[in-house]
């Protein structure tokens, strides 16, 4: 599923951005410069938003790792921070 939602972010900011670039062509100037905005900031958010939960699964891999080789709550502690969505 979350695939499904990264492919179609994916499509919607391409769409978007491709959208734009016709309006810009067609003298709709305003219109295009606000859909070319939305749409890099669509995809940028995707790329900030899916590496924030990449590092987070890794940070959890990492602690159930160092905790089935026997590491103390002290060791565990130097980890990064992970947020609970």
């Known amino acids: ?13 391409w769409l978007v951005l491709g959208g734009s670039l016709w309006l810009l062509h067609e003298g709709k100037s305003l219109a295009g410069i ?7 900031a669509t995809l940028l958010g995707l790329y900030v938003w899916s590496r924030r939960d990449q590092m987070q699964a890794i940070t959890k891999k990492r602690a ?6 026997g590491a103390t709550p002290e060791q565990l ?9």
């Not at 695939?3 to 900011?13: D, E, I, V």
């Not at 159930?64 to 080789?69: S, V």
């Not at 130097?78 to 969505?85: A, G, I, S, V």
């Open 77 to 85: 502690e130097l980890l990064p921070e992970t947020e609970n969505p």
């Open 34 to 40: 606000a859909g070319i905005v939305t749409a890099l």
């Open 1 to 13: 599923m979350e695939r499904l939602g990264w492919a179609s972010a994916t499509s919607f900011g």
């Open 64 to 69: 159930a790792d160092l905790l089935k080789a």
